[in-house]
């Protein structure tokens, strides 16, 4: 039989994990929006420089 310290404890454990791997994603999703960013910059970029050179 569990004990309500156990259930608790389990449950908390349980909780944490979801609200890291929420955190994790949060993270992910914030990274890739970076890394969007970037690739637009650097495709601006490049195109300046086709631009300048022609």
């Given at each position: 039989?569990?004990?309500?310290?156990?259930?608790?404890?389990?449950c908390r454990q349980r909780t944490h994990k979801i609200k890291n791997n929420l955190e994790s994603i949060m993270n992910h999703s914030r990274l890739?929006?970076?890394?969007?960013i970037v690739?637009?910059?650097?495709i601006?970029?490049?195109?300046?420089?086709?631009?300048?050179?022609n």
């Open positions: 039989c569990l004990h309500l310290g156990d259930m608790s404890s389990t890739h929006q970076k890394l969007h690739r637009h910059i650097i601006r970029y490049d195109s300046l420089n086709s631009l300048a050179s």
